[in-house]
């Protein structure tokens, strides 16, 4: 705990330990920006609904907030309520997730609805513990909603809060280290005004989001810039620090569309690995990535017992995951009759009826280019 307490220690510019008043300015400063300067316009900021602050919370895990609007009004728009979202069908609830990426947070999402609906009356918990306590809901998600929603007096810490704590207070320790962790939580708290801790988080998120940002931020615009080490220093760029690179880790997909007449065929992915429950195309996995040839050669189509007219390149696209870089070719494969793929189970639909079946993101980006949407 020593080194905990030293850390907190931050030595400001004028070579003076953060004091009492120091953090009272970081406070009142961020708080009159947010009163009078802060325009950052979003639909559940002024949400006291649990479910919607709920819903905008998940939304916005890993999402950045222009991205997860649309997604959350349409969710807002097809379940009103947690109980609306509890009696849905997986399925219609994955097509309107279609598109955000970490399909886990929408399976938990799911779950958390269900629980609320018919063991808790359709009532979230009031409590920071009760809330930590459900599905798909961490540290970070709780203290948001405890406080946004009851006033609890839980401060927040995201990507955004580490950056603005980071900077102004010239705090080295990496952010994804215990002790770090541990760091910016106890300053966090200490900063948070009890008497409304919305109002505070929302601050310093928003001040993150749109000022504080990780590169070419608004520094004159700041209203924390007087006192900003990082500023003073030049050492924007450097904080906040992460100590570990993520190791990503490359998969080659090769999806195949075989299409015959106006249907094509298409499978549900199974649990344990990515993409759990969305729909795809016919997929061959390789340890490299494989033209044309390569890949008729590879999957033996004659043994497959499909009958094909001809099977072209249609395209690439790459996308990145937390830990993996996803990298996908495309085939159109004309087939002369709708027929069952061995050993798979899957399905024959017509294209025009693909827009009602969820897909990953990758997928989807090819339906629309390929006016298939």
């Known amino acids: ?24 300015y970081f406070t009142k400063q961020l708080l009159a920006w947010h009163s009078t300067e802060n325009d950052r316009s979003l639909p559940w900021k002024q949400e006291k609904d649990t479910y919607k602050i709920w819903l905008s919370e998940i939304i916005l895990q890993q999402t950045r907030a222009l991205q997860g609007l649309p997604y959350y009004l349409k969710f807002v728009e097809a379940y009103p309520t947690v109980t609306d979202m509890a009696k849905a069908v997986d399925e219609d609830v994955f097509r309107i997730w279609q598109g955000l990426g970490y399909y886990n947070r929408c399976k938990n999402m799911l779950a958390t609805a269900r629980y609320i609906a018919q063991n808790l009356a359709g009532i979230f918990p009031s ?32 990507g955004n809060v580490y950056r603005v704590l980071a900077r102004y207070f010239g705090i080295e320790e990496p952010t994804d280290t215990q002790v770090g962790k541990v760091i910016f939580q106890q300053l966090a708290q200490e900063l948070l005004n009890k008497n409304d801790s919305a109002a505070y988080n929302q601050a310093i998120m928003d001040l993150g989001a749109v000022v504080c940002t990780p590169k070419a931020p608004a520094c004159l615009q700041c209203p924390l810039q007087e006192h900003c080490v990082a500023f003073k220093r030049s050492l924007i760029p450097l904080l906040p620090v992460k100590s570990k690179k993520v190791e990503v880790k490359e998969r080659y997909f090769h999806y195949i569309f075989f299409i015959a007449k106006n249907e094509v065929w298409i499978s549900k992915r199974g649990p344990g690995d990515i993409w759990e429950n969305l729909y795809q195309p016919y997929l061959v996995e390789h340890n490299s990535p ?6 008729t050669i590879h999957m033996d189509i004659n043994k497959l017992g499909i009958p094909v007219v001809d099977i072209v390149y249609a395209g690439n696209h790459s996308q990145r995951l937390t830990h993996r870089l996803i990298k996908t070719s495309f085939f159109v494969a004309n087939v002369d009759t709708v027929m069952p793929i061995p050993g798979i189970e899957g399905k024959w639909v017509p294209l025009e009826a693909l827009k009602n079946f969820a897909f ?8 629309e280019k390929k006016l298939y949407f």
């Open 1 to 24: 705990m020593k080194k905990i307490n030293r850390a907190l220690c931050v030595v400001n510019l004028h070579g003076m330990e953060t004091t009492s008043a120091l953090k009272k």
């Open 290 to 295: 494989l033209g044309l040839h390569s890949l």
């Open 360 to 367: 990953p993101k990758t997928v989807v980006q090819f339906l």
């Open 127 to 158: 409590t920071y513990d009760g809330l930590l306590s459900l599905k798909g809901i961490g540290p970070y998600t709780a203290a948001a909603i405890a406080s946004f929603s009851y006033g609890l007096p839980h401060a927040v810490v995201d």
